[in-house]
């Protein structure tokens, strides 16, 4: 009797759509069109292992610039597990990003795996869920649509908040299908920027990037105020921004699943305090 033959390949755009069909079958929450700016950051960063054909396990391994890379959408399916498949995708994945700082969100039951490949502990982040009780509110002067602004005056705020360059992610991003997206200008300058997506449940708000937590609750209430009242909202903030955190208490949105942020090599130098929502916990 001959043994499964077990093959790791790059996705294409279609299997990035079935790996997001596992991630919301594992709770995660995807958003309905993710796999369009997923692919755009690196088409080769996707990586899916087959037996015979069949797809059973995925990984990301995006690369970003020349010197960081982030892992995500590490599953396999439940009756391959435990037989050393997973590990032959997740070593190709760290092979593809060899000699970058690599980040990972990891689930809690992933963690002490993760340190066993040189992955340490920086923060935790926090997903909250809520639901929009706002009524229309009034139009707020500084906050416009992001459509508004120059991309080039985006991406250089962007830089604030990310280790390494990502304009071709974020020009996707933001413009996504079914993506909304808002700044909100002082001085005549953006303070700040966020996207609200639909999700297989609900809305995720990410990334909220704001100069202050006052800016920041004026783009999450404008965000919130984008769609259907009663609809869940999901915001995924970094315990290490009180500041978040206090406003997403405020709306009484809930903890509801947590990951710890990785790094092998170190934390990068990120305005986290500036951080009132992760883009996305796939991709960083």
């Not at 995500?72 to 700082?101: E, H, S």
């Not at 809520?130 to 985006?154: A, M, Q, R, W, Y």
Request: proline share 5%.
């Amino acid at each position: 009797m001959s043994s499964p033959h077990y093959a790791i390949r790059n996705m294409t755009k279609q299997d990035i759509k079935t790996a997001i069909d596992w991630a919301a079958a594992e709770g995660w929450n995807p958003g309905l069109h993710d796999a369009e700016s997923f692919y755009a950051a690196d088409p080769n960063g996707f990586l899916i292992g087959e037996i015979d054909g069949e797809p059973i396990s995925t990984l990301s391994a995006v690369k970003y610039g020349n010197s960081f890379g982030f892992m995500g959408f590490y599953i396999v399916k439940p009756t391959y597990r435990g037989k050393g498949y997973g590990i032959q995708l997740w070593n190709a994945g760290i092979k593809y990003l060899a000699g970058r700082n690599i980040g990972l969100d990891g689930v809690l039951e992933q963690q002490e795996n993760y340190k066993k490949f040189g992955f340490k502990f920086a923060y935790r982040n926090i997903r909250y869920e809520g639901v929009n009780e706002s009524t229309t509110l009034p139009e707020k002067s500084n906050i416009t649509d992001l459509s508004s602004i120059p991309f080039e005056e985006i991406q250089s705020y962007d830089e604030a908040f990310f280790p390494e360059e990502r304009s071709i992610f974020l020009k996707s991003w933001v413009r996504q299908s079914g993506h909304q997206a808002l700044g909100i200008i002082e001085d005549k300058r953006l303070a700040g920027y966020g996207v609200i997506r639909k999700c297989r449940e609900g809305y995720k708000i990410g990334p909220l990037f704001a100069e202050t937590p006052e800016l920041a609750e004026s783009l999450f209430t404008a965000l919130s105020d984008l769609v259907e009242r009663s609809a869940p909202i999901y915001l995924d903030v970094p315990e290490a921004n009180t500041a978040a955190i206090s406003i997403a208490e405020k709306y009484k949105m809930k903890p509801i699943f947590e990951t710890a942020r990785m790094y092998t090599i170190n934390a990068p130098t990120i305005s986290i305090q500036k951080i009132f929502g992760v883009t996305s916990f796939e991709l960083g």
